[in-house]
């Protein structure tokens, strides 16, 4: 009788997670786990326990030759874990886009880690891309960074306007700048808003005209000046030389 093949052996995971808060990261975890078919309950009341800060991560090894590694924060911590062990395991877990800053950034991860034969589970995406950088669902990814590169120019958005809002306090109430406009006393990117930076952008190298701007954009000229003149960063315009 000739011998069967021995059963091959589950690929080693390493599950990472930082989130902002602790009932957030819980909450990460205990999807991230469920994925993989691992218990939570005992664990996340471990979690629960530590006193986690954004300069520590909680690291513990699972069944079937697993790890977790989680922070409350930013994901320093955990980065630095999963840069110590990542040679480890066969496969980084992570729930989603959020622990990048960039789309370039996850790409970035990308390299890296088909570089060293080691592939990439997106759990909230249902994304799997292999060792190899393949990935079967590739409308799926795409979406996926679709969406997140969205939100974080959204995100950044924000960012700029808070910057903005906070070091020149030009704006107390009344018609909104152009591109902008208040939901519930805050101000907030309009849909033409990315629009409007990019005619502003030609303005101001001198590819199009204030008054051929301001037609574009259904505005008075003067409003295209205090644009170039008052809110350079609220544009994304570099400074004025």
């Not at 300069?55 to 922070?71: K, R």
Request: charged residues 25%; glycine residues 8%.
């Amino acid at each position: 009788m000739a011998e069967s093949d021995p059963p091959a052996s589950s690929p080693r995971q390493l599950i990472a997670v930082a989130e902002p808060s602790m009932s957030k990261l819980l909450d990460t975890v205990k999807r991230c786990l469920a994925d993989t078919g691992i218990e939570s309950r005992g664990l996340l009341r471990e979690i629960r326990s530590e006193n986690l800060d954004t300069d520590s991560a909680f690291q513990c090894s699972l069944p079937g030759g697993n790890a977790l590694v989680c922070s409350v924060g930013e994901g320093e911590a955990v980065a630095a874990a999963v840069a110590n062990h990542l040679a480890s395991y066969d496969v980084l877990v992570f729930d989603n886009f959020s622990r990048f800053e960039t789309v370039g950034d996850f790409a970035n991860l990308v390299e890296t880690l088909t570089s060293v034969g080691t592939a990439i589970r997106i759990v909230a995406h249902d994304i799997y891309i292999d060792a190899d950088g393949s990935c079967e669902d590739v409308p799926g990814l795409l979406f996926g960074l679709d969406s997140y590169g969205v939100k974080l120019q959204r995100e950044e958005t924000r960012r700029d306007i808070d910057q903005w809002a906070e070091n020149e306090r030009e704006y107390h109430g009344g018609r909104p700048p152009l591109g902008f406009d208040v939901e519930d006393g805050e101000l907030v990117a309009a849909p033409n808003y990315t629009e409007v930076c990019e005619v502003l952008a030609k303005v101001d190298a001198g590819e199009m005209s204030q008054q051929a701007g301001a037609r574009y954009l259904d505005c008075a000229r003067h409003t295209i000046v205090r644009a170039l003149e008052k809110r350079r960063k609220l544009y994304r315009l570099p400074e004025a030389t």
